[in-house]
């Protein structure tokens, strides 16, 4: 479900290193992921995504991995520069309505140390 | 190309007025359109979506209500504000099932 009530969880990791943001979805029957970037005071942009016939898609920098067994899914990111410092969220929707509904994770707040 | 439009980007309201946000779609036709809240520092949480004219699915019981007048214009209304309706308020829009989800910029509302 939703956690909207909860605090951001929160990542720290040095420039240069890899980072990797993880997510649990709840609907067994969600079958297309969405990972987003929201950067302060604006509205998220989309980053990849990734349809449950794949378990694994790599964009520039970022690789999605699907986990459908367990109901997880993860982002990562190579080679974290500053500009990657942002909230993440993953968003999941399902046949069940028709993928008109589309939910978001809690989100992920990355800051990269320079 | 497909652009979405969201006014205003801040609003300040007092306790007990009515609140009129807007959203258009230029580029396409019959998007699914969303409306998210925010809350500082957490999640984003679905209020409403609307597959079609006049289609509103809500979310969340609660002080709001949404409107679709015209294929690619979605409006977020509230009759009487509630300190608890501040937030930073988002638009979005897809191309149809199974599509990914495109944002607005969003309206920061404070209620005073």
């Keep these: 479900g939703e956690s909207v009530g909860l605090h951001l969880p929160t990542l720290s990791v040095q420039e240069g290193d890899n980072s990797i943001i993880n997510c649990a979805y709840s609907n067994s029957a969600s079958d297309y992921f969405i990972w987003y970037k929201q950067e302060s005071g604006k509205g998220p942009q989309f980053i990849i995504d990734i349809r449950s016939n794949m378990d694994k898609r790599q964009g520039q ?17 190579a080679a974290t520069q500053p500009g990657d410092s942002a909230v993440y969220f993953c968003a999941e929707s399902s046949p069940e309505t028709s993928y008109d509904k589309v939910i978001f994770g809690p989100g992920t707040s990355l800051s990269v140390i320079p | 190309s497909q ?35 925010q809350a500082a520092g957490r999640g984003l949480q679905l209020l409403f979506y609307s597959v079609g004219i006049g289609q509103i699915s809500s979310e969340v019981p609660q002080n709001l209500s949404a409107s679709r007048p015209q294929d690619r214009q979605f409006i977020l209304s509230s009759k009487k504000l509630l300190l608890s309706d501040s937030g930073f308020y988002l638009c979005a829009w897809s191309v149809g099932p199974g599509g990914m989800v495109f944002f607005g910029q969003g309206t920061r509302l404070t209620v005073v």
């Design chain 2, 3 to 37: 652009t979405i439009h969201q006014w205003p980007a801040t609003l300040v309201q007092p306790v007990g007025s009515p609140l009129s946000l807007e959203c258009t779609v230029e580029g396409t036709s019959n998007p699914n359109l969303y409306w998210y809240r």
């Design chain 1, 61 to 77: 920098r970022v690789t999605v991995l699907l986990n459908k067994t367990v109901k997880h899914l993860s982002l990562q990111i």
